[in-house]
């Protein structure tokens, strides 16, 4: 029976994720800092859903995870959906460092925890929500776009490093658009906006062809693919609402 681990599984894209894998019939680890928001995915399998209460920011989040892979007797899939941003053209300062500490920090202890496991226990298969975000500075959401691009960057050169050591790990970068999650809570005026459903099916599709790299969805590969050919002197002088 597969075997997967849903971080970030109490809302939005993690949490329908975590419905389809279980639909599908993996053995499915959830996770999140607020295990309330679990019972229904628990209670829909509870031979095959175990849960956990993990803060990627706390220290010893790491530990925890691998106490849950423990539980589970091993581990094939990691799906990495922890993440936090805010419109932050103000730079509000706990905005910007709470957005660092849980995208970057919580981000590569989370991943790097993992990929140990994998390098010394046969391989398995890394994914992780990023964001179309990640394609250019943007400045209403700094933070938020440079954790974005880090998360980008990051899953390429683990890439590199695991196909550099002949590893057995593979890994999805999945870079969705706008998508209508408690993210955007409070927020208005987002174009081409998804639902989590529609998010989910196209994620469970890239990770069971184990694709590299997944824009969700078409129109916005057409809109990076335009974001990353316009000039850096244009970019700058962009007015971004």
Known sequence: MRKAIVMGASSGIGHEVARLLIAQGWTVGVAARRTDKLTDLQTSAPERVITAQIDVTNSVADTQLLQLIGRMGGLDLYFH????????????????????ETNAL?????????????????????????????????????????????????????EQLANSKHLNIHFTDIRPGFVDTPLLAGTSNFPMLMTTEKVA????????TRRHVCVIDTRWRILTYLWRHIPNWVWRRMKLN
Request: aromatic share 8%; hydrophobic share 40%.
């Open 106 to 158: 919580g981000f590569t202890r989370m991943v790097d925890c993992v990929y140990r496991f994998f390098e010394t226990n046969g391989g398995g298969h890394i994914a992780c929500i990023t964001s179309i975000a990640g394609t250019k500075g943007l400045g209403p959401a700094p933070a938020y776009s440079a954790t974005k691009a880090m998360q980008n960057t990051y899953l390429q050169a683990l």
């Open 81 to 100: 959906a922890a993440g936090i941003g805010w419109q932050n053209p103000n730079l509000d300062a706990n905005k910007e460092l709470k957005t660092m």
């Open 201 to 208: 099916q196209s994620i469970m599709r890239a990770i069971n």
